[in-house]
Every structure is written in C-alpha cells, then in structure tokens.
C-alpha cells in the first residue's frame, strides 16, 4: 500500500479506498434522509444460494476468475456449513454451456466469452472450497440471474421460503441481478459481508453499496451464523411433508 500527497491509503492498484468509503457514507446518510436504505430483516425459512461459485469464478487460471477467490470462499463457507447444520436448504448454480457447437449460447457472448464456459468442463464444478454436499442441487443457467430461466423461485415457494441468503461472483452482474429478482419474486434478500467476489477494483464496493440502499440487506458474516443456527427445519413445507410418511 502506498500513500497520496493527502496521506489517504491507495491500493496497489492506485484505487483510492478511504475517498470512496468517504463517499459512500455521505450517500447513506443521503439516502436515509429520504427513506431508502431501510432493513429488510431476517424471515423464518431461510434458504442459501450461492451465485457462480464454481471453479471458473473461485479458483486461478480461467477467464473468469476473480480477485480473492480464497477470502470470499472461506468467509461463504462459514454460512454454509451452518446452514447445513441447520438444514436449511441451499442451491448453487453455474453458468455454462452445452456441446462443441454450444447452440445455447445467448447472444451474451457478444460481449464476454461465455463460450468459455464448456457444462461439461471441470471448470463448471462448485469449487471444492466450499465443500459441496451430493444432496444440495447444482443449477445451470444461461443468464445472470439464478432466477432467470431456472426453476428456483418456483422451488423456493414450494419450499415456503421467505428470506434468501445470496453468496458468490460477480457483484455487478450476477450476484446483482440475483438478488434485484430475488427481492422482486418477494424474499427477504441478505448478502453476508465477505461472501461477494468480483474482477475488478471498486465494484464490489459500489455494488454492494447500491443493492443495499435499494435490494438487499448487507449483514456481518456473523450475524448470518448466528441467525442460520437458530433456525428449525421443521418450517419447511418439503421436511414436513416428508416426515408424514
């Protein structure tokens, strides 16, 4: 880390963090003064959905990799495995595509190369950090969104959700507009602070700074903990179902 003529700490990538965080916290005050920024609050059936967490996104060497991989798994991997202990339902996705000729390509590809992104490929596979569990389903989609073309807000009310816990890549495309149609199909939206992983120096901040005034509640890992650890996995419709049998 290197210093300004204003004695303001620089990151090695002469990124200005203190003059941000400095803006940012004039925003919310901003923001709160005319009603946004409110808190959502924690529901009674939680589910955890990680976002690209595969080993394209968590791990070195592809395209798609991103800044702090390691940080932003081992921080995800507190929320999961109380989750897990909890038996709170949790669903990953990936984005991939299918066969050489990939004919489910979007026209996304346009604009970054998702024909990188080969469905079959070990690239696709939920990055070991995170301990993935055979009970817990991998969704593939094509677009940003977890929502969008998959099955997960139908699953999710089956399930009676009513709060969603977000995690994973990236902070200004598909964690963003997870959560904005997380909100939108009516969930309380949570992304624990940590769990974020993007590219490119300042998004994560930026990002995380405007679901929260608008989307999403941004909470302390922590707290996420403490709040999965009390849940009974007696709420859900798909345990009580089962336990009747």
């Not at 803006?23 to 920024?37: H, L, N, P, S, V």
């Not at 099955?151 to 890549?169: C, E, K, P, R, S």
């Not at 959560?179 to 901040?205: L, N």
């Not at 941004?218 to 996420?224: G, L």
Request: aromatic residues 10%.
């Amino acid at each position: 880390m290197a210093k300004n003529k204003d004695f303001k700490f620089v990151n090695e990538y002469g990124f200005d963090e203190t003059a941000l965080k400095q803006a940012f916290a004039e925003a919310r005050e901003i923001y709160k003064e005319r009603g946004f920024m409110r808190k959502m609050g924690y529901g009674k059936a939680p589910a955890i959905t990680t976002v690209d967490m595969a080993k394209a996104w968590m791990s070195e060497g592809h395209v798609f990799t991103c800044d702090h991989a390691e940080e932003v798994c081992a921080e995800a991997l507190k929320v999961l495995e109380a989750g897990r202990k909890a038996g709170v339902p949790i669903f990953h996705t990936t984005t991939g595509y299918i066969g050489e000729k990939q004919w489910d390509l979007p026209r996304w590809d346009e604009k970054i190369p998702m024909s990188k992104l080969d469905i079959s490929d070990h690239w696709m596979e939920i990055d070991p950090k995170l301990n993935p569990q055979p009970e817990e389903p991998v969704i593939h989609k094509k677009y940003a969104s977890n929502f969008f073309g998959t099955h997960l807000a139908q699953t999710l009310n089956y399930l009676g959700v009513d709060t969603l816990i977000v995690m994973g890549a990236t902070a200004c495309a598909c964690v963003r507009h997870t959560v904005m149609d997380s909100t939108g199909y009516g969930f309380k939206t949570i992304i624990p602070e940590g769990t974020i992983g993007d590219r490119v120096p300042g998004v994560i901040e930026w990002n995380l700074f405007d679901m929260e005034a608008k989307f999403c509640d941004i909470e302390p890992v922590d707290a996420v903990v403490k709040y999965l650890e009390g849940i009974d996995a007696s709420v859900y419709t798909k345990h009580s179902r089962l336990e009747d049998k």
